[in-house]
């Protein structure tokens, strides 16, 4: 029997990745503060996102009176002195009344007329479709917003602190929305602009070209954000592993995540990391030393952690037993599902470790749960090795109408003699 053929179907379920860093766009009004903060997912953010922005906007209330904090200090643009007319102020305070009081679609139609009205001066018009665009994000609308966006930059209105951060905005809700290309360009402008040097706008521009498959040049824009800073985030530190992985370089991957999970070994995320790029390097021992631990301490708490443990043992000679043990954890914890996957990585993991017994009732399980009549054949070849003929006939007949690519081995237990 072929034990690599048998192993391969059980191993394609459970793959190991890198965690990927999402991106979280941030609420960014005309002359006020932008943020780069991290990853999380967008639909959870459009509710939370408003009533931030409205609570800080109410706290500068009068921004004429306040002293601001240049965001872009080394800016090569110069700032309009552009201010709302008498008339475009009191459309402009319709506009924020409605969106204040969450009544988004009233607030983007008044933004509408004041973008469509050419006499409305660049200010105006900027600060109408930088309110838009917030209406169409949290409306889930992204390209409207991008559109808005787009706008509120062409018409040039703001000063530097909204002008960027609609720029920003602009650049992530590309990047969210795998415009890659768009997105990188929009990076590259406000990078030439703004010369920040700010980790946190790095590292969205290292995301764009990790998602470009350019892991060299990401590589060195994570470095430089990551590189010296104490605060560097444990998801920019993942990005960087994964762009080594992804060029080649698993050592520098390796090492990277040694110095993280060290750094907290409590942290399972960080631990799975480790897991994963000695698995990039194909230190399948390491691998499973980690992952050990994490189950030793009462980490593997979901479905994909007891996979990614049985399949690396799966990957080493003469560790199927060990294979076979995480398994059986797995299902009387109730954590590992009972399907396919499962029962045929249990029944391999039990034939090659010579349990055979154990072997075909793992097989009678999964065999049902095929697709096809392998599964069935498999079990018919481990009566066979039992002894139990007439068992492994009918399992063969089983697999003949169930389907098989080569029946050939099926039809040459069906001619067994014996019952």
Do not use: C
């Amino acid at each position: 029997m072929n034990a690599p053929l048998l192993r391969r179907r059980a191993l394609a379920a459970a793959l190991v990745a890198f965690v990927s860093t999402s991106v979280a766009v941030p609420a960014a009004f005309a002359q006020s503060d932008e943020t780069g903060e991290g990853s999380s997912a967008r639909s959870s953010r459009g509710a939370s996102a408003a009533r931030e922005a409205r609570e800080q906007r109410s706290a500068r209330s009068n921004r004429e009176q306040t002293k601001k904090v240049e965001n872009y200090p080394e800016a090569t643009r110069k700032a309009p002195e552009a201010r709302a007319s008498a008339k475009g102020a009191a459309r402009l305070q319709k506009m924020m009344k409605a969106y204040d009081g969450a009544k988004g679609p009233e607030a983007r139609a008044i933004a509408d007329e004041i973008i469509g009205d050419d006499k409305a001066n660049a200010y105006e018009r900027a600060f109408a479709a930088q309110i838009a665009a917030q209406v169409a994000y949290e409306a889930d609308d992204a390209n409207a917003a991008i559109g808005y966006l787009n706008q509120a930059l062409a018409f040039d209105g703001l000063d530097n602190n909204g002008h960027y951060g609609a720029m920003l905005m602009l650049a992530q809700l590309q990047l969210q929305n795998e415009k890659y290309t768009e997105a990188l360009a929009t990076f590259d402008r406000f990078f030439s602009e703004t010369r920040s040097a700010k980790p946190e706008h790095l590292v969205l521009k290292g995301n764009a070209l990790y998602r470009l498959e350019r892991y060299p040049e990401a590589i060195t824009v994570l470095r430089q954000a990551i590189d010296g800073n104490p605060e560097a985030r444990a998801d920019w530190q993942q990005l960087l592993m994964a762009a080594y992985a992804e060029s080649g370089q698993a050592a520098e991957a390796v090492k990277l995540a040694e110095a993280v999970a060290a750094k907290t070994p409590n942290d399972k995320r960080a631990q799975l990391n480790l897991s994963a790029t000695y698995l990039q390097s194909n230190n399948y021992a390491k691998a499973a030393e980690v992952l050990e631990r994490l189950r030793a301490a009462g980490q593997l708490t979901e479905d994909r952690d007891y996979r990614q443990l049985y399949s690396v043992y799966l990957n080493i000679e003469g560790k199927e037993r060990q294979a076979a043990a995480v398994i059986d954890e797995g299902l009387q914890k109730g954590v590992l599902k009972g399907d396919f996957n499962t029962y045929l990585a249990l029944a391999q993991s039990y034939y090659f470790s010579e349990q055979m017994d154990k072997a075909i009732d793992a097989y009678q399980k999964a065999a049902p749960l095929d697709d096809d009549g392998e599964t069935y054949l498999n079990l018919a070849r481990a009566l066979w090795a039992a002894n139990r003929i007439g068992e492994a006939k009918q399992a063969a007949q089983q697999a003949i109408a169930k389907g098989l690519k080569k029946p050939d081995d099926a039809k040459r237990i069906l001619a067994l003699p014996g019952k």
